[in-house]
């Protein structure tokens, strides 16, 4: 029998995903593991997108509602999309097929802060979870969970659900066992208390998660790998911004703001923060850490390296090559990662306590510092706030970074006025391109459009963003920042219009 399901209560409830895809009932709502491509189930979704397919043939309707910790893999929400399965979709979504469902307006999302989704979940605010589809990588003796490559939601999936559907999957390494910490000590107000920690690399937990035998329904086993997007190599534009940025970042230290081993670093997903962390290999900083969300290719180098000392995250997010470097030299990383429930890792409370240094995507910014992270154009969703927003209002400084330009040069990545706002100025203290770097600290709003306009514009739209500004500030209805209501979203209609920010 399956080595690691070593106690006999669960082996009794072995099944195919077929049958336990059957024990879904048509408008359940289903709390699944999963995040950034790593530890979600990888067998029931796909048995319930087939299950939904032949009752769709058959004139039946048969949605369900999907929450998990953050995105997952084409055998999950892309499968459940193509079947036309989901009805409703929370936290955060990167899938193509769920992306153009969403912008379609076939499926509702509700895209949040990754923090606050546990939170909500135990107040209610989300509504009753039946069912929890939670991938393990095996149970103890005692009946406990041991975790996978992402915790994400789990614990609390499992804690609210009705009935639990396990999946043991074996391709998962064995030596995942121990390196995750699952703090039991939240609560919700009046009684909440301080969470016990001081630094990235304190344990405050346990190892597995607990959960009620009686709610298992079913064991499914088994032995797929993670599917994470591939990064691509760091190119020109990626390098240029990584430069930028340890720039500040030494200037900090040099300034005596900063220890030499900088705070807790928390990097967002892409490539372009994949190519920060190549960057700081290089860099003169030493015993550096990081408190994020999730652990990446450069990540993994800079431990190897020697350069990153240890890392806190609920998740991996690994290209396929580096997931399998990573299970077999997991022995090797285990002692220098901790996975933690995304409530705690991406913690407002922890975040300010430990100072992290925030760095993230944006899709644009305006000359005054708005950032937005998710709609482009204002209207089509590409992903999701996921924990820019944990990170960025709460960390020692929040960065932004992108190129100065998106799809050959059509858009400019700075506008006179974002389309949609995740970040308001107040959250973004730095903004880089690889044109340069902005330092927006302690600047108004006026001062704020000076650098930005000079630091980061490409130069094919920083002329048009100068005129724009210095008309504004003649014919504003106010000087704080000004604007020029008529024609702020311009851009955008033009894009919208000819496919092209660029006047004829
Ligand atoms: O689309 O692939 O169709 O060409 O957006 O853009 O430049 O490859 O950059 O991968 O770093 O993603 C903000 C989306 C940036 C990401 C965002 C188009 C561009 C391309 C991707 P194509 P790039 P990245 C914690 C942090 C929110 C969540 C977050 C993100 C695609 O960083 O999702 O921060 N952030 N989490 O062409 C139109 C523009 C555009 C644009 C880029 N101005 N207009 N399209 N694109 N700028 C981690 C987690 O929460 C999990």
Redesign the pocket.
């Known amino acids: 029998h399956n080595p690691r399901l070593r106690h006999p209560k669960f082996r009794e409830k072995l099944m195919s995903a077929e049958d336990a895809a059957m024990l879904i009932a048509p408008g359940a709502v289903i709390g699944m593991s999963g ?2 491509g790593s530890g979600y189930p990888k067998a029931v979704p796909q048995a319930l997108a087939k299950r939904i397919e032949d009752e769709h043939a058959a004139g039946r309707p048969f949605k369900v509602s999907i929450w998990t910790g ?2 997952t893999g084409p055998e999950l929400d892309g499968a459940l999309a193509k079947a036309d399965g989901i009805e409703f979709r929370l936290p ?1 979504n ?1 899938d193509p097929i769920a992306r153009e469902r969403i912008n379609s307006g076939q499926m509702q999302y509700f895209d949040m802060h ?1 923090s606050q989704v546990a939170p909500m979940a135990w107040m209610g605010f989300l509504g009753k979870l039946d069912t929890a589809v939670i991938e393990i990588s095996g149970v103890t003796e005692d009946g406990a969970l041991i975790p996978s490559s992402s915790i994400g939601n789990n614990k609390t999936w499992l804690e609210q659900a009705d009935k639990i559907i396990l999946e043991v999957n074996r391709w998962q390494s064995d030596a995942l066992d121990g390196m995750h910490d699952i703090y039991y000590g939240t609560a919700l107000p009046p009684h909440r208390v301080p969470i016990p920690l001081i630094k990235p690399d304190d344990r405050i937990g346990q190892a597995h998660f607990n959960v009620d035998p009686d709610k298992i329904v079913a064991v499914v086993e088994t032995d797929g790998p993670d599917r994470n997007a591939p990064f691509s190599p760091p190119d020109a534009v990626a390098e240029a911004i990584a430069a930028h940025i340890i720039d500040f970042l030494e200037n900090e230290v040099k300034q005596g703001r900063i220890p030499r081993g900088l705070l807790p670093l928390q990097s ?6 994949n190519a920060v962390m190549a960057g700081l290999i290089e860099a003169p900083f030493d015993q550096m850490t990081a408190f994020t ?2 652990i990446q290719d450069g990540m993994l180098d800079m431990i190897e390296a020697g350069s990153l000392r240890m890392a806190s995250a609920t998740a991996f ?1 690994l290209s396929p090559e580096k997931a399998e470097y990573f299970n077999d030299n997991a022995q090797f990383f285990r002692d220098k990662l901790i996975m933690r429930p995304q409530e705690i890792s991406n913690h407002p409370e922890l975040v300010r306590r430990l100072g992290c240094i925030a760095m ?5 910014a305006d000359i005054y510092g708005n950032v937005n ?2 709609q ?2 204002g209207s089509r969703i ?7 927003g944990d ?1 960025a209002r709460n960390g020692y400084v929040s960065i932004f970074m ?2 100065s330009v ?2 050959g040069g059509k ?1 400019s ?1 700075i506008v006179p006025m974002a389309a949609h706002v995740d970040h308001i100025a107040q959250d973004v203290q730095v903004i880089v391109t690889e044109q340069g770097l902005a330092d927006l600290r302690g600047l108004s709003p006026r001062q704020r459009a000076e650098k930005i306009i000079t630091n980061c514009a490409h130069p094919a739209y920083r002329d048009m963003l100068r005129d724009y500004y210095e008309r504004a500030k003649k014919g504003s209805f106010g000087g704080h920042a000004p604007n020029l209501l008529g024609e702020a979203l311009s851009w955008h209609e033009r894009f919208v219009q000819s496919r092209s920010m660029l006047p004829d």
């Open positions: 995040f950034t953050a995105s955060y990167s990754l967002g997903v892409g490539n372009v923060p969300e999730v997010s993230n995507g944006l899709i644009e992270s998710t482009v154009m590409q992903n999701g706030i996921g924990g820019s990170f992108t190129p998106a799809k858009i990545a």
